[in-house]
């Protein structure tokens, strides 16, 4: 009997053992696992703007001297602002002040232009400006609010006039309107229909801007599943099927991507909205996602915004539009996110917000995610100009995968690992004419900008090396050619 004690002990001691070793094999084995990526450089499979590099909203008077630059050295290269109609008049006028021109009220010399002093300093400091004009004076409108109809088209094209007159040269596009089914309303118009009556205000835009800048690109609408039934809605129904607009006055197609409209961000497409877009005529329209966040509820996502994977998120979302064809997109926003110290009076801001503030030292520095736009735009070179997305052929499910020539004929392939390990890869790139290749690596906490210069080998036209994709990662490799 102590015989079959020991035996059955010492059996189950080396089941153990070897239960063990095999456990430890199969788990080296799956860390080991090499997969494989191929690029084609030859094989142009889409192109993609590089205007995707931009913002809404610019940070204040106080903050622009330090921030703006920073901006700029980070690739940001373009800004989405407001002609702010409804507050550079005086506010306590009246319709008949205005036509009457008490106290010298239609000359621009007496109005606020603060706002868009915002916006120059913007342009000068090399950002691209797309002007949004939209809301109206609440003296101005059927329902004396902001968001309602101007009653008096006339009027409203002359305030645009004045403004547009002043700052043309500083801005780049005119996009019309704003998320209509929130922020236009038509009660107490003659109206019965918010597409008809956003047609006529976009008519009136239409021949102020054209008038005085032929060849400004134009567009909107910027419609919202929740309030305006989406691209493929009602309002933009009725607003296309306006006689008056055509793709000659109506260039691109603005559209805004959150969480909360229903699509996940990270899911959302420039292709699907151009499919809806098709059923009114328009459906070859570039694409702006001139807002884009993961919610517009959560301020403070400290997971995809402002904490330890806002880096990936942006990452993927880039990476997935340009991948379909994106001509650009606004972050929102460029405001400050997060105030160390005391808060400024009358300085916004917003937790979706792009840099960190301290009120005491007057100094600031950018958030995680705008690595991810340094490493794409300016290291990679894809803010330069136009780009060709290039076949890429990956068994990497678990990564998100894209690669690109830029305008300068320099390709790139981009990893996002948001897996908590690391991934070896398998690089191979369809071409002899290699004279380095270069990676970058962006972390929570690693800006990416030290390149690491990594070995390969090449055998019947075909570069291969292997490398490395750290976890919770946007990691790039680029192909310097001889």
Not at 7 to 14: A, K, N
Not at 16 to 23: P, Q, R, T, V, Y
Request: charged letters at 15%; hydrophobic letters at 35%.
């Amino acid at each position: 009997l102590i015989m079959k004690i020991t035996y059955f002990i010492l059996l189950s001691f080396f089941s153990f053992l070897f239960a063990g070793e095999l456990s430890a094999a199969k788990s080296t084995e799956s860390s080991a696992t090499i997969y494989n990526v191929t690029v084609n450089p030859q094989n142009v499979v889409n192109t993609c703007g590089n205007m995707v590099f931009g913002g809404c909203q610019l940070p204040s008077y106080a903050h622009s001297q330090t921030i703006l630059p920073l901006l700029v050295d980070a690739g940001f290269n373009n800004v989405r602002t407001d002609m702010w109609l409804e507050t550079i008049l005086p506010q306590n006028i009246t319709y008949d002040d205005y036509i009457n021109n008490v106290n010298d009220v239609q000359n621009p010399d007496t109005w606020n232009f603060s706002n868009m002093e915002l916006a120059v300093l913007a342009k000068k400091a090399g950002l691209k400006i797309m002007m949004i004009i939209s809301y109206c004076p609440a003296w101005l409108s059927y329902n004396s609010k902001t968001n309602g109809m101007p009653k008096d088209m006339n009027v409203y094209a002359d305030l645009i006039r004045k403004v547009y007159t002043r700052y043309y040269k500083y801005i780049d596009w005119v996009e019309v309107y704003n998320e209509p089914g929130y922020f236009f309303n038509i009660e107490k118009s003659p109206y019965t229909s918010t597409g008809k009556a956003l047609a006529d205000i976009y008519m009136t835009c239409v021949n102020v801007v054209r008038n005085i800048t032929p060849n400004m690109p134009m567009g909107g609408t910027s419609a919202v599943p929740s309030s305006d039934g989406g691209v493929g809605g009602t309002t933009n129904q009725d607003f296309f099927s306006d006689s008056r607009i055509n793709k000659s006055n109506f260039n691109f197609y603005s559209h805004h991507v959150y969480g909360d409209y229903g699509i996940a961000t990270t899911r959302e497409t420039p292709s699907r909205v151009k499919s809806e877009l098709s059923k009114f005529g328009y459906g070859d329209l570039p694409i702006y996602f001139t807002e884009w966040s993961p919610s517009i509820n959560s301020a403070a996502d400290s997971s995809t915004y402002r904490g330890t994977k806002s880096h990936t998120f942006v990452g993927n979302c880039l990476i997935n539009w340009m991948r379909d064809g994106i001509t650009g997109a606004q972050h929102w926003n460029f405001l400050q996110a997060i105030v160390i110290g005391s808060p400024e009076s009358g300085i916004s801001a917003d937790g979706h917000g792009m840099y960190r503030w301290n009120s005491q030292t007057k100094q600031g520095d950018l958030l995680p995610k705008a690595f991810v736009f340094k490493l794409l735009s300016k290291t990679l070179g894809l803010g330069a100009g136009e780009n060709k997305v290039i076949e890429t052929i990956s068994d990497a499910n678990i990564l998100n995968v894209a690669s690109f020539e830029n305008a300068n004929g320099i390709a790139s392939t981009v990893f996002i690992n948001v897996n908590n390990e690391d991934i070896s890869i398998d690089l191979n790139y369809e071409s002899s004419n290699i004279n380095k290749i270069e990676k970058n690596v962006v972390t929570f906490s690693n800006k990416g900008e030290n390149s690491e210069n990594i070995d390969y080998t090449i055998s019947n036209d075909i570069t291969t090396c292997r490398i490395l994709i750290p976890a919770m990662s946007v990691t790039s490799i680029k192909y310097i050619t001889n």
